[in-house]
Nanobody, 128 residues
Framework: QVHLVESGGGLVQPGGSLRLSCAASGNTVSFHAMAWFRQGPGKERDFVGAIRWSGGSYGTTYLADSVKGRFSISRDRANRAVYLQIDNLQVEDTAVYYC??????????????????WGQGTQVTVSS
């Protein structure tokens, strides 16, 4: 079993920054990738970014086109954690941000269905 816990969300003014953290516990050797998704009010859960956790592509990062330039993803494998750095926050970034882990292949890396394990989410609200 795997347990994911997100932290770092909050209320931020436009232009501000946040660093979201996801701590993993349990059988983390089963992961191929960890990812961040977000779900805004009344919207579907969308891919934000992912990072390969094992294998030949270890450490490779992927970001949704909509967040490139403002978001970055990193990991601390020793501490079984993945981070999402968000800069220049915009009102449209308001969402619940979810951490996910699983064994996605490249074609499913950016899909909800590519991941088995999910955290409970952390709320990010961008407002002046």
């Amino acid at each position: 079993q795997v347990h994911l816990v997100e932290s770092g969300g909050g209320l931020v003014q436009p232009g501000g920054s946040l660093r979201l953290s996801c701590a993993a516990s349990g059988n983390t050797v089963s992961f191929h990738a960890m990812a961040w998704f977000r779900q805004g009010p009344g919207k579907e859960r969308d891919f934000v970014g992912a990072i390969r956790w094992s294998g030949g592509s270890y450490g490779t990062t992927y970001l949704a086109d909509s967040v490139k330039g403002r978001f970055s993803i990193s990991r601390d494998r020793a501490n079984r954690a993945v981070y999402l750095q968000i800069d220049n926050l915009q009102v449209e970034d308001t969402a619940v941000y979810y951490c996910a882990a699983g064994r996605p292949i490249r074609s499913t890396l950016e899909t909800v269905g590519g991941y088995v394990y999910w955290g409970q989410g952390t709320q990010v609200t961008v407002s002046s």
